[in-house]
């Protein structure tokens, strides 16, 4: 079941969730609120996917990160991870980040100051011994990148028209920006995009972001059978 959060009748999101669990095997639930997902969980005995938490969380597209990651390079150990755009805001970037944890990694951030990743991502990250690098200039970070993870800049999560307005165009990524790019870097972006990949890069051998789009399938597939006992 996917659990709209959308509520009618004043009814709280706690009781949308013990309702729904007596209709479904397995429930699935975004919330613009970082924590209520995990909240609403201590409510319910049966399964329940966080598909997104506003700003704060998304660990299935994280996992299909990581599996896409080991797909295209055919390690997660030994290489630098970029990642680029709004990391503020990036609820994909905060999940990936603390799974990569998990690897021999090195991180580098690319980002306007106003939109640096969370503290509290990256004092996570630091906890784990995994060296992180924090840049502004794209160019700067391209030659040691393995691994280039590029976001947009999300309108939806700035304050007025012109905060967005300041930083929307801050890392276009065009076939000019990539000569500088490792012959077998690869890059990745959790869709949608606007304009901070050029369509010409759609061509490139490097541009795994709909190979990524795919493997959510798979991944999501496989979490839902492990969840069901079917593997």
Same mark, same amino acid.
């Given at each position: 079941?996917?659990? $709209?959060?959308?509520?009618?009748?004043?009814?709280?999101?706690?009781?949308?969730?013990? !309702?729904?669990? @007596?209709?479904? /095997?397995?429930? +699935?639930?975004?919330?613009?609120?970082? *924590?209520? +997902? =995990?909240?609403?969980?201590? %409510?319910?005995?049966?399964?329940?996917?966080?598909?997104? /938490? *506003?700003? @704060?969380?998304?660990? &299935?597209?994280?996992?299909?990160?990581?599996?896409?990651?080991?797909?295209?390079?055919?390690?997660? !150990?030994?290489?630098?991870?970029?990642? +680029? *755009?709004?990391?503020?805001?990036?609820?994909?970037?905060? $999940?990936?980040?603390?799974?990569? &944890?998990?690897?021999?990694?090195?991180?580098?951030?690319?980002?306007?100051? =106003?939109? +640096?990743?969370? =503290?509290?991502?990256?004092? %996570?990250?630091?906890?784990? @011994?995994?060296?992180?690098?924090?840049?502004?200039?794209?160019?700067?970070?391209?030659?040691?990148? /393995?691994?280039? %993870?590029?976001?947009?800049?999300?309108?939806?999560?700035?304050?007025?028209?012109?905060?967005?307005?300041?930083?929307?165009?801050?890392?276009?990524?065009?076939?000019?920006?990539?000569?500088?790019?490792?012959?077998?870097?690869?890059?990745?972006?959790?869709?949608?995009?606007? !304009? =901070?990949?050029?369509?010409?890069? /759609?061509?490139?051998?490097?541009?795994?972001?709909?190979?990524?789009?795919? !493997?959510?399938?798979?991944?999501?597939?496989?979490?839902?059978?492990?969840?069901?006992?079917?593997?």
């Amino acid at each position: 079941a996917v659990v $709209s959060t959308q509520s009618t009748g004043g009814e709280s999101v706690e009781d949308t969730v013990r !309702n729904i669990q @007596g209709y479904c /095997d397995i429930m +699935v639930m975004r919330h613009p609120t970082p *924590g209520k +997902v =995990e909240q609403s969980a201590r %409510y319910v005995s049966k399964p329940l996917i966080n598909g997104g /938490d *506003g700003v @704060g969380e998304h660990p &299935t597209q994280a996992l299909l990160d990581v599996f896409t990651i080991r797909e295209e390079i055919g390690t997660v !150990n030994g290489i630098t991870v970029t990642m +680029v *755009g709004d990391l503020k805001h990036g609820r994909t970037v905060h $999940s990936l980040a603390r799974l990569l &944890t998990l690897y021999n990694v090195k991180l580098q951030y690319v980002s306007p100051p =106003e939109l +640096v990743m969370p =503290e509290e991502v990256t004092s %996570y990250v630091a906890e784990k @011994g995994i060296k992180q690098e924090v840049f502004t200039d794209l160019l700067a970070a391209m030659p040691a990148t /393995d691994v280039l %993870y590029v976001t947009r800049i999300q309108k939806e999560r700035f304050p007025s028209p012109e905060a967005y307005e300041k930083v929307k165009d801050s890392y276009l990524l065009t076939p000019e920006t990539l000569i500088k790019a490792k012959p077998g870097m690869i890059v990745m972006h959790p869709l949608p995009r606007v !304009n =901070e990949i050029s369509v010409e890069i /759609d061509a490139d051998p490097r541009a795994a972001y709909f190979r990524q789009a795919e !493997n959510g399938v798979y991944i999501r597939m496989a979490l839902l059978a492990m969840l069901l006992g079917k593997c």
